[in-house]
């Protein structure tokens, strides 16, 4: 599991080795409504959107609904919001999982 997919790079790097990866990321239209540079936004999923064993998953990874899942994951990469604070909540809401 990756948090903040970005262009994929991380997610299509392991998609070679494991049998399935999930990757979670705002939508376009959350990027949209932040007055990103259109050219940042259709940056996202470069490297990984075509991974047939990638899962791109929308939502804000402080309010996403992990349980809904119903995965256990092997991995976790956090690698969204890059403030401490958000790094020590994603962590905290992803242990369990």
Known sequence: MEIGTWRGESVANVSG?????????????????????????????FFSSEKKNVTHVYGN???????????KFDVIFIDGDHHTEAVEADTRRLLPF
Not at 17 to 24: A, D, F, G, P
């Open 17 to 45: 080795i494991v049998e399935h990866c999930y990757t979670l990321n705002l939508s376009d239209e959350d990027l949209e409504h932040m007055n990103l540079p259109q050219t940042y936004i259709h940056s996202h999923r």
């Open 61 to 71: 990874s402080g309010t996403f609904e992990y349980e809904k899942m119903n995965t």
